[in-house]
C-alpha cells in the first residue's frame, strides 16, 4: 500500500488544487509539501520537462520518507514554436498582460490556434522514480469561455466537444486535460 499523504513538490496553490482532485478520483491524498517539511527554495529550472520534475522531486524527498510528487508543465504554440515550452511559466511571468489575455493578444488574426499542453510528474517513492506524461492538443478559443475551472482551460478550446476544459466537469475533464491523463497514466504504474 502506498504511503499517504504524497507531498507535491510545489507551492503553486492552483496547481495542488487541480492534481489534489485528480488523485483524490483514485483514492489518493495528495498535500503541498510543506506541510510535512520546511520551505525550500528549488534549484533552477533546465530545458526539460521530465528533468526538472524529477529535481523537483530529489529535492524535496532530501527531508521526508513520505512519497514526493515533482512536476513540470508547459504550453506550445503551433504560430509560435520557439517560444514557450518548458520556458512557459517564466515567459508568461515576464508579460505585463494576464497569461490569457497575452496568448489572446498574440493570437489576434492568426488562423493556426493549435496548442498543445504537457503535463510530467515524477513521483519519487522510496528509492524508485515513477514517471507520467500526459499531453493534450487542441485549439485555442477566440475568446474565454467557462467557470468550472480556470487558468488555461478556459482558452483550451476542444472541437470534438465544442467546449472549452473550463465548461466541462471535473471527471469529464479529468479524461482530456494534460495533468488528467498524466495522472491516470502514474496512477497504472502503482
Do not use: C, W
Not at 45 to 70: I, M, R, W
Request: aromatic share 6%; proline share 3%; glycine share 8%.
Amino acid at each position: 500500500m502506498l504511503e499517504q499523504p504524497i507531498l507535491l513538490a510545489s507551492q503553486n496553490a492552483g496547481k495542488l488544487a487541480e492534481l489534489r482532485a485528480l488523485f483524490a478520483q483514485s483514492g489518493l491524498a495528495l498535500e503541498r509539501y510543506t506541510s510535512k517539511v520546511t520551505p525550500i527554495t528549488f534549484s533552477a529550472e533546465g530545458n526539460d520537462y521530465g528533468q526538472n520534475a524529477t529535481n523537483k522531486a530529489l529535492q524535496v524527498a532530501e527531508f521526508t520518507s513520505l512519497p514526493v510528487l515533482g512536476d513540470d508543465s508547459g504550453i506550445e504554440l503551433a504560430a509560435f514554436p520557439d517560444e514557450f515550452g518548458v520556458h512557459t511559466a517564466r515567459t508568461l511571468a515576464q508579460q505585463l498582460l494576464p497569461a490569457n489575455k497575452y496568448l489572446l493578444s498574440r493570437l489576434q488574426g492568426i488562423s493556426n490556434r493549435q496548442i498543445t499542453l504537457h503535463s510530467y510528474l515524477v513521483l519519487r517513492l522510496g528509492s524508485q522514480l515513477i514517471q507520467a506524461h500526459g499531453q493534450l492538443t487542441a485549439q485555442v478559443a477566440l475568446q474565454e469561455q467557462g467557470t468550472l475551472s480556470g487558468g488555461f482551460d478556459r482558452l483550451v478550446y476542444l472541437p470534438q466537444l465544442g467546449k472549452t476544459l473550463a465548461q466541462l466537469s471535473a471527471t469529464v475533464r479529468s479524461q482530456y486535460s494534460h495533468r488528467g491523463r498524466a495522472v491516470a497514466e502514474l496512477v497504472r504504474q502503482l
